[in-house]
């Protein structure tokens, strides 16, 4: 007997994908991934927030203040579609989910805002090496 329901493996290997495809700007690959999840059943809230994960994980102090609008609209379109009612939610043709994807995947800096998150408060707290942060100065 199998210790993993058959399916199991499925939704986890079609978020990871759908993961690599937003963060490389394929928008109609990741529309494409995002529908067959949802086809299949598995939950909303799971693939918004694999988008939400992409598109914050992208660090804003890199570019202008200009282009920090994708992180806000791509967290505002996310909200919206897990908002929405299941019939309109599903089967991945919604334009919130596709915008989502979209804005996701246009935010194309190197640098994670975790990374960069993460240093402030280390120097808030008085750290002065961020990559170890289990000593204090």
Not at 13 to 29: F, I, K, P
Not at 49 to 67: E, K, N, Q, Y
């Amino acid at each position: 007997m199998p210790s993993t329901p058959v399916g199991g493996l499925i939704a986890a290997s079609l978020l990871r994908t759908l993961e690599q495809v937003v963060r490389s700007g394929d928008s109609a690959g990741a529309q494409a991934v995002a529908q067959r999840y949802l086809q299949m059943g598995h939950p909303t809230r799971a693939l918004a927030g694999v988008i939400a994960s992409v598109a914050a994980g992208r660090d804003s102090s890199a570019v202008s203040w200009t282009s920090f609008h994708p992180l806000v609209l791509t967290a505002a379109a996310v909200e919206g579609y897990l908002m929405l009612p299941e019939a309109l939610a599903a089967g991945g043709q919604n334009p919130l989910l596709l915008a989502a994807i979209r804005l996701a995947g246009e935010l194309q800096s190197e640098h994670l805002l975790a990374t960069s998150v993460q240093s402030a408060i280390d120097q808030r707290i008085g750290w002065t090496d961020t990559a170890d942060s289990a000593a204090p100065r």
